[in-house]
């Protein structure tokens, strides 16, 4: 009797065949979630919007997602620049205003800030990717003070709003109480 277990398998090919039973049972067990993935991956790739054939392409294109030098990296920062500036008309505070004016004349809607936090939150990811590889191209230079500037006013704007939220999500009694007694952060803001 030699030692050890007694081989299972005799040839490669039984091996071969016991590992693809062993998949097929395990595709088995978990086929519903697996395909749900596949449903939902699917519905997300074809509800993408297409441009159609007449539009025109933006004024200012997009500037690459992926930089690799430091003047890329500024281009995304002036991009974002723009967004932040199209999104808050060149004053957070007026734009937290404006949230709040449609928010009590919105019948006290929880989801009116919703839409700001998504374009704030997309802002602010890129501007902390964007500081972070340029301090890591040009250390504490011009290019990344830029950059450092711009992502706290976006950090500023995102507090600003998600204060906002919370106090909605308490409820209207609160953010009303906190407006009047000039609790809220952006009313500490300069115009």
């Known amino acids: 009797?030699?030692?050890?277990?007694?081989?299972?398998?005799?040839?490669?090919e039984d091996k071969a065949a016991a590992n693809r039973a062993k998949s097929m049972r395990s595709y088995y067990n978990r086929k519903y979630a697996?395909?749900?993935g596949r449903r939902r991956r699917y519905r997300a790739d074809t509800s993408k919007t297409k441009p159609l054939n007449s539009a025109h392409p933006d004024a200012a294109a997009l500037p690459n997602a992926d930089p690799v030098n430091a003047s890329d990296w500024l281009c995304l920062v002036n991009h974002s620049q723009t967004e932040f500036d199209c999104l808050t008309k060149g004053s957070t505070r007026a734009f937290v205003e404006s949230l709040y004016d449609e928010?009590?004349?919105?019948?006290?809607?929880?989801?009116?800030?919703s839409k700001a936090l998504i374009e704030l939150r997309a802002l602010d990811r890129t501007m902390r990717r964007c500081e972070h590889a340029l301090l890591q191209l040009v250390g504490v230079a011009k290019e990344f003070k830029v950059a450092e500037k711009l992502g706290q006013a976006v950090r500023n704007g995102l507090n600003c709003v998600e204060e906002m939220e919370l106090y909605a999500s308490i409820g209207k009694e609160e953010v009303l109480e906190a407006y009047e007694n000039h609790d809220l952060m952006h009313q500490k803001l300069d115009y």
């Open 103 to 113: 928010y009590t004349t919105n019948n006290y809607r929880l989801d009116t800030f």
């Open 1 to 12: 009797m030699g030692r050890g277990r007694p081989r299972i398998y005799k040839t490669p």
């Open 34 to 36: 697996i395909n749900v």
